[in-house]
């Protein structure tokens, strides 16, 4: 059950870490003024799907307190660092139309070969 916990954790991390992307670009740049950079983020706080994005960051963290019960700090958090990372990059290429380059598939490798390493110290 422990493992469900994780994955529970990523998925909502990385729906919530994808759908704020997605929606705050359609609100532009942050302006510089105060006044503006309130403004934007109290409309975009209103956009329903923004608003998923943060609920499901919330959902993400009950399932890693679940997790925090069965796992070690050192062994549980390589997984959901590794797992949002292959997701979102590979969400964000095949979604957000971003590149995909010999670095972030150089990085991607060495990011999973370390936590099947650590994965092998439970």
Known sequence: MGHIYLLGT????????????????????????LVGK???????????????????????????????????VSYAYPFITA???????FMAILVLGESITIYKTLGLVLIVSGVAVLGLSK
């Open 83 to 89: 797992g949002p990372t292959m997701v979102t990059v």
């Open 38 to 72: 309130l403004s934007l983020l109290f409309n975009a706080l209103l956009d329903p799907y923004i608003l998923s994005g943060i609920f499901s960051a919330f959902i993400a963290s009950m399932f890693w307190m679940a997790a925090m019960t069965k796992y070690d």
């Open 10 to 33: 990523v998925v909502f991390t990385v729906y919530g870490q994808l759908i704020l992307k997605w929606r705050i670009v359609q609100y532009g740049q942050l302006p510089d003024e």
